[in-house]
């Protein structure tokens, strides 16, 4: 089938709630990725930070031939080894002691909702169910998780939204400390806003939190779909601030592109998900935590995290002497391989003359490219995606 006719298809057929780049594409290989007309692109977009490790990854694709072939899928009414050996993995390798699996970011997010919802209620008060969650925020889609994001342009339309939600600026220690009451039953935040424009918090920022947690006992949940799994140079994003939380929620880079999302809490907090009180007849299935566990270890084993700070900070290096001759970047910040360019100009239509130019990136807010490469990406890949960026950030008028 031809790319025009496939194209018109796609206008024809989709429901139109993505705003897609031109191009279609039909091949991956680490850091590259071809489209149908055997164009190369160096892909810094990653799935929006799920292939951490590149695109068909060897050990990936190779645990996804041998799950496909042993067990696709049981229900949850059953034990399977993979799942088990998953949970121990990510309970040995975090804060938590139990986990819950389920099939995206959102719905890991709603598994959390529901926790901090039910643990209120049971430890804390019978009226103890609402969230603070902060302005700018990303947590999903769902209607409970598109309440919890602090973002108007992604609820308009479907008021009206869940109670029990209340929103503070990011970063702001002082407005949780004030929205915090006899209510509350959890604090939800990213370690870093990353659809938000990528937004370090301050150094006292997260363990602020947790002293306001540990003094009201409302439950303190990281929602790390995108920071977590290596993204920002440690294996989760909460591990810089030197606290840690109650409550995790995982997904994106987890199985490297099979979907998959997990809740991760301490014992006192999983205690309230009774048997039957909460479930999913996808998650975890022996397929995708065979491919998770695959991707957990060779993570691990091959110490991306690791080497995710080091060229994060080689490539920030880079794009702050971009700057240096260019006013069009206000600044550049991130941790590892999250990194947001704040321009002076919209961002979307440098996206656009990347992906001409063969680099593929996002946005994050109105003025913000966003880059996310896989933790495998070559410093040669590195310096191409900078020269790329520096052509193109100049002829927009730096
Ligand atoms: C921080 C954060 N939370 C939640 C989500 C939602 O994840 P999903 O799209 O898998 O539902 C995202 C997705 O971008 C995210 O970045």
Redesign the pocket.
Known sequence: MDTKTLMEWSARYHTPNYGRSPILLVRGEGTRVWDSDGREYLDFTTG??VTALGHCHPVVTGAIREAAATLLHVSNIFHTAPQIHLAKMLVEHSFADRVFFCN????A?EAALKLARKYGKEKLASDRYEVIATHNS????TLA?VTATGQPKYQHGFEPLMPGFKHVPYNDLRAMERALDNRTAAILV?PIQ??GGVHVPDDDYLPGLRKLCDESGALLIF?E???GMGRTGKLWGYEHSGVEPDVM?V??ALANGVPI?AMLCREEAASVLTAGSHGSTFGGTPFVTSVALATLTTMIGEKLPERAARLGRDLMDGLRAIQASNPLIKGVRGRGFLIGIELAKPAAPLMDACRDSGLLVLTAGEKVLRLAPPLVAQPGEIARALDILKDVLSKAGG
Request: proline share 0%; net charge negative; glycine share 18%.
């Open positions: 929006i930070a995206s970011g959102a719905e997010n990303f947590h999903g889609r998780t990213e990353g659809e929602d779909i995108q920071t929620t997904a994106k999302g």
